[in-house]
């Protein structure tokens, strides 16, 4: 099978069951958002110090498995060909709880938070802030298609969920890395220091 099909060429896509759209309607969009978020994972792990980040890799890398779940339910509809809706894994309420759960973990071992932080730190943890950053466009890419066709629910709920699961990483990989967090203080915002 080769990589090209020159299907795609007049500017349209093909759904999972088979249907055309538009690459720039906005499920093509919320799909494709989760797909580049994805690549940011990607980068995340690469940018990870190994091994004492390993755990926090392995939430990445168990996160990028479920944003392929979450791009297969928005590629194929539930209303669309039934034979291809029901081959398609969906998300339940499970898995947002199962984030919430690594985020109780890894918040655990962090100091509360009193103050906004700027993204900023290490270069694995501000891969983190930028990769939170696009999970945050997706999240609004699939509120905007499911303001006008039907979505899986808990897809939304799961990419809130892992904005805040990735905040909580990109914290965890500067604290361990001995990096203090830069406070936004808007008071000393054009002061001179």
């Known amino acids: 099978m080769k990589i090209y099909t020159k299907r795609g060429d007049d500017g349209d896509t093909e759904l999972f069951g088979g249907a055309r759209l538009p690459k720039h ?84 071992e962090l100091p509360a938070l009193r103050v906004f932080i700027l993204p900023s730190g290490t270069p694995a943890a501000t891969t983190l802030h930028v990769a939170r950053g696009v999970c945050r466009r997706a999240e609004r890419r699939v509120a905007e298609l499911a303001a006008g066709e039907p979505v899986n629910e808990h897809v939304l709920v799961y990419l809130n969920r892992l904005s805040d699961l990735l905040f909580v990483l990109a914290r ?13 203080n808007p008071r000393a915002e054009g002061k001179d220091t």
Request: proline fraction near 5%.
């Open 25 to 108: 309607s906005p499920r093509i969009e919320a799909y494709g958002s989760v797909d580049e978020l994805n690549a940011h994972l990607g980068a995340v792990v690469a940018a990870l110090e190994r091994p004492r980040d390993d755990d926090i890799a392995a939430a990445v890398e168990s996160a990028q498995r479920r944003l392929f779940e979450v791009g297969a339910d928005l590629a194929t509809p539930a209303t669309d060909d039934r034979d291809a809706a029901s081959a398609v894994p969906r998300l339940t309420g499970v898995q947002p709880r199962e984030v919430e759960a690594a985020i109780d973990a890894f918040d655990g």
């Open 172 to 184: 965890a990989v500067n604290s361990r890395g001995g990096v203090g967090e830069a406070e936004w």
